[in-house]
């Protein structure tokens, strides 16, 4: 009983073992299979007209597209160069390079320079296929082409670099060059603003002026008919005048006295102190005046109102300082 049981373990055993051996036999099938496991390297260099790759299982017309993009080599019948290349070398020169990289296919280079100095790939054509070599080449790939034989295969064109760089450089300049144009209409919209609001200006300062002139101009004092009087009525009329800060009739009276009684001191003193606040009124007021022509309100307001409280009766000085301050004012 015990060996039967023993039997039939194993032989489950053995089972499960061998169900999961055919679970797992594709993926060790396909990771044995060499297509599969291959893959791409492209490492490609181009210093001073010489060439370093290192290629493995790499397309070879990725590889003439990045050489072509680096050197800025024009390369016509790249639709030829089809398959696979695996290299590896440093610092070959360009033509030799792409002979070693490109032993399948027939190249012709066209070279450029002058006598004496060494000559420089400029084209490379490609036309024709030779017959692959088994170790440079990597197998086809599995999936049959897409394309029949009826269709016609368009040549690609690449590019070169130097070409794309000169493209951006116009593309700039032309850019830079809008830019400028329209900055160039900008600032002559506001110069012609500028010089049309500086015009406006002159013309309400022209027009103040004239209304100023109009409004403002000084009247002259007019010297009163001499009237006899008797030496106290002239006194008392100047003292009067002094009081109210009439200065230029106090002056007139105080003078009138002082002719009679030249001794009398204090008359005197009032005299010229009627004569300094007369003087000192008229000039704030010319220089209120000044400042009201230049358009300095403030100033001009600040002359008129000292005035005023020196010379109350001063031509217009009331007057102009209502003006001016509904000005300020506004």
């Known amino acids: 009983m015990s060996k039967r049981i023993i ?3 194993l032989l489950l055993v053995c089972l499960i073992n061998f169900g999961i051996y055919m679970i797992f036999l ?19 260099k181009v210093k001073d007209n010489f060439l370093s790759v290192k290629l493995e299982n790499a397309s070879m017309r990725e590889v003439l597209r990045e050489i072509a993009h680096q050197t800025g080599l024009t390369f016509e019948g790249l639709e030829n160069a089809e398959g696979r290349v695996t290299q590896e070398f440093e610092n070959i020169p360009l033509d030799q390079g792409l002979r070693k990289i490109s032993q399948s296919f ?8 002058e006598k004496g100095d060494a ?6 054509i490609i036309i024709a296929k030779k017959s692959m070599p088994e170790d440079s080449l990597t197998p086809p790939p599995r999936e ?30 032309a850019q830079k060059k809008l830019e400028a144009e329209r900055k160039a209409r900008a600032e002559k919209r506001a110069k012609a603003k500028a010089e049309e609001r500086m015009k406006a200006i002159e013309k309400a ?20 008919k001499p009237r006899p009087s008797s030496t106290s009525s002239d006194l008392s009329r100047g003292e009067k005048y002094f009081k109210e800060k009439r200065w230029d009739r106090a002056m007139k009276y105080f003078k009138k006295y002082l002719e009679q009684n030249p001794s009398d001191e204090q008359m005197r003193e009032k005299y010229s102190i009627a004569k300094e606040n007369a003087d000192r009124g008229i000039s704030l007021y010319k220089q209120a005046k000044k400042m009201e022509r230049e358009e300095e309100f403030k100033d ?3 002359y008129y109102k ?25």
């Open 205 to 224: 300062k022209e027009k103040r002026k004239a209304r100023a002139a109009k409004k403002t101009t000084p009247v002259a004092i007019t010297k009163p």
């Open 26 to 44: 594709p993926s060790i099938s396909f990771s044995q299979d060499p297509l599969m496991n291959t893959r791409e390297v492209m490492e490609i």
């Open 119 to 124: 000559l420089r790939v400029e084209k490379v």
């Open 306 to 330: 000292k005035s005023y409280k020196i010379y109350p009766l001063l031509y217009d000085t009331w007057e102009r300082m209502r003006a001016i301050k509904k000005k300020i004012n506004r």
């Open 300 to 302: 001009a307001y600040q």
């Open 144 to 173: 049959p082409s897409s394309i029949t034989k009826s269709e016609t295969i368009k040549p690609e064109k690449i590019t070169p670099k130097h070409e794309v760089e000169q493209k951006k450089r116009a593309q700039a300049e």
């Open 7 to 9: 039997f039939r373990c």
């Open 106 to 113: 027939i190249m012709i280079f066209k070279k450029t320079g």
